[in-house]
């Protein structure tokens, strides 16, 4: 038995995360693709077939009142909240991550014109991540379009100098999703704030993996996906954070009638719901949404700085074991090395890393491949534990070419 397989058992001893697990449907798989895809929580199928077989097969419309469907997506945000460092009433569930950043990335241009005055009049220009998802770069193309700015891309360690009194808005990730690179939040969001700019991040890569501090740092709207690390299935509903005291003049480019101040008075005029509900749109997608709901029950009791904590030793470990099982130069780490710039997952680069994907699965090892030469693996502290960390790199040092 190596040192490293000793070492695993150890830690995995010493894991105070470690029964949490057992909340999860898992097999023999080490799956480290978390970062896509969250497993799913033994909980959820139960509550599904609730949600089916009772609640709209028995109650019917009744179930928009008697079992809370109406209040499903402000409810799940205060379930949220604490997981990204907010009090509860800023955030609001459903629609998509790309719908939601369209939203908060117009309503803070919108924000920004509204309450500009002199040289804030002439305030321009849209930033976003150049190294960003291709989705929000898409979506920031078109919001600046629809307000007549100017689109200017930045990789996040350039955006303090590129910041000036034209910029209304910017837009950043806050874990590069190729490389698992963190990007620094708080710095980044006091530079846009003494520019007189607002700030919107994407929390994709990051929410449920490591504490985000929304409103410590005086983050201005930020989105989400809950599929991830939150573990709410697929395609399961994102979710918009609107600052409080930025809601009252939040105007959402996509108001509906689940938006308005009197959704069921079926007025031609639009009056905004208070507070986050005015990031509402159409009718929730309650299926998906309370499927959330109950996925977010395995957080109960479980700190997110004992998830940070775990997530670093477990991806410390993992870059340690690849160094021992994997021949020299044969991968190249684009993950950083620092702590403080490193989110929950490695990023591996290879030659014929699809191939490389393709036969760790075949035995057992799920991550996943980014073209053209990127393997990559999610650390889900939940459910991942160091022996899983430990056979995952033996396998890649057996499988390389």
Known sequence: MSELVTR????????????????????????????????????????????????????????????????????IGDRIAPLVGAAAGQIVVGDSTSVN??????????????????????????????????????IAASAARMTGRTLRPVVPAEVPGALS????????????????????????????????????????HSAGALPVGLDEHGVDLAVGCTYKYLNGGPGSPAYL??????????????????????????????????GALRGRVGTPDILSMLALEAALEVWEGVSIEAVRAKSLALTDFFLECVAEY?????????????HSERGSQVALRCEDAGDVMKRLIERGVVGDFRHPDVLRFGFTPLYVGFAEVERAARVLGEVLP
């Open 8 to 75: 695993a058992g150890a830690l995995d001893a010493a894991d105070e995360l470690a029964g949490v697990r057992k909340q999860f449907v898992l097999d023999d798989v080490v799956y480290l693709d978390g970062n896509s895809l969250g497993a799913l929580p033994a909980n959820v199928p139960g509550r599904v077939e609730d949600v089916v077989r009772r609640q709209w097969g028995e109650l019917r419309i009744r179930s928009w009142e008697e079992s809370g469907w109406w209040t499903a997506p402000e409810r």
């Open 101 to 138: 950043v369209f939203k908060a990335l117009v309503g803070a241009v919108r924000i920004a014109e509204a309450t500009g005055s002199g040289s804030d009049s002439g305030r321009d220009e849209i930033l976003v991540d150049a190294t960003t998802f291709p989705t929000d770069g898409y």
């Open 326 to 338: 994997v021949g020299e130069g044969r991968v190249e780490s684009l993950t950083p090395v620092p």
């Open 241 to 274: 954070y609107v600052r409080r005291d930025l809601q009252d003049r939040f105007d959402s480019p996509l108001p509906g009638w689940n938006s308005h101040a009197d959704p069921f008075g079926m007025r031609g005029d639009f009056e905004p719901a208070a």
């Open 165 to 204: 009194d034209r910029t209304a808005a910017v837009l950043l990730n806050h874990v590069d999703y190729r490389t698992g690179r963190l990007h620094d939040l708080p710095s980044l969001t006091a530079a846009v704030h003494a520019a007189g700019a607002l700030a919107v991040w994407d929390l994709c």
